[in-house]
Antibody, heavy 125, light 106 residues
Framework: QVQLMQSGPEVKKPGASVKVSCQAS????????INWVRQAPGQGPEWLGW????????RYADKYRGRLTLTADASTNTAYMELTSLQLDDTAIYYC???????????????????WGQGTKVTVS | VLTQSPAALSLSPGDRATLSCKSS???????LAWFQQRPGQAPRLLIY???NRASGIPDRFVGSGSGTEFALTISSLEPEDSAVYYC?????????FGQGTKVEIK
């Protein structure tokens, strides 16, 4: 079964960087990308970006472009999210997520998030 | 922008809950999903493509709508349905979520 296992909680000072890992299992890593989503306390989820497991191509939310780096290592089935220049409002739970793997009646991939990691709490203080 | 209403609901077991999600522009190709998030857990996919239940989701969860207005109906609330529910569009990046509706079971 598909599993996404994330690294443990982090506490960082303002201005520092954080790198969170997401190790995938139960499927062919290069067949699906990994999305990163964060959720600040009491807020809804926010999409940060996506990295493909195939060749490392990426897409970023405009808000985080320049501060966010997503990478993928197919040799270890692991995706990484690095966020630099941390501020207090970067305190959040960070999730990795994979699309459903389903296709609609027209043959298009259903790209919403069917599988989630357990989340990594990042505290900036 | 996805706007959810109401912000919170307090209902009894067996009641019917109707949650609304309105988009500031049309959601292309019916790429609208609903998630359930219980405290301390990651979001769980309930509904995709407006009306399709994800694997293992009970049939009391029903998605509906089109264009800019969507709804999630929980036909007969169970105690374990106490959670925050989010809608999400996934037509093109950036995929965005609504701010959520908290459902409390009395």
């Amino acid at each position: 079964q598909v599993q996404l296992m994330q690294s443990g909680p982090e506490v960082k000072k303002p201005g520092a960087s954080v790198k969170v890992s997401c190790q995938a299992s139960g499927y062919t890593f290069t067949s699906h990308g990994i999305n990163w989503v964060r959720q600040a306390p009491g807020q809804g989820p926010e999409w940060l970006g996506w990295v493909t497991g195939y060749n490392g191509n990426t897409r970023y939310a405009d808000k985080y472009r320049g501060r966010l780096t997503l990478t993928a290592d197919a040799s270890t089935n692991t995706a990484y999210m690095e966020l630099t220049s941390l501020q207090l409002d970067d305190t959040a739970i960070y999730y990795c997520a994979r699309r459903t793997g389903l296709f609609d009646s027209r043959g298009y991939s259903v790209d919403t998030f069917g599988f989630w990691g357990q989340g990594t709490k990042v505290t900036v203080s | 922008v996805l706007t959810q209403s109401p912000a919170a609901l307090s209902l009894s077991p067996g009641d019917r809950a109707t949650l609304s999600c309105k988009s500031s522009q049309g959601v292309g190709r019916d790429r609208l999903a609903w998630f359930q998030q219980r405290p301390g857990q990651a979001p769980r996919l309930l509904i995709y493509d407006v009306v399709n239940r994800a694997s293992g989701i009970p049939d009391r969860f029903v998605g509906s709508g089109s264009g800019t207005e969507f709804a999630l109906t929980i036909s007969s609330l169970e105690p374990e349905d106490s959670a925050v529910y989010y809608c999400q569009h996934y037509t093109t990046y950036p995929y965005t979520f609504g701010q959520g509706t908290k459902v409390e079971i009395k």
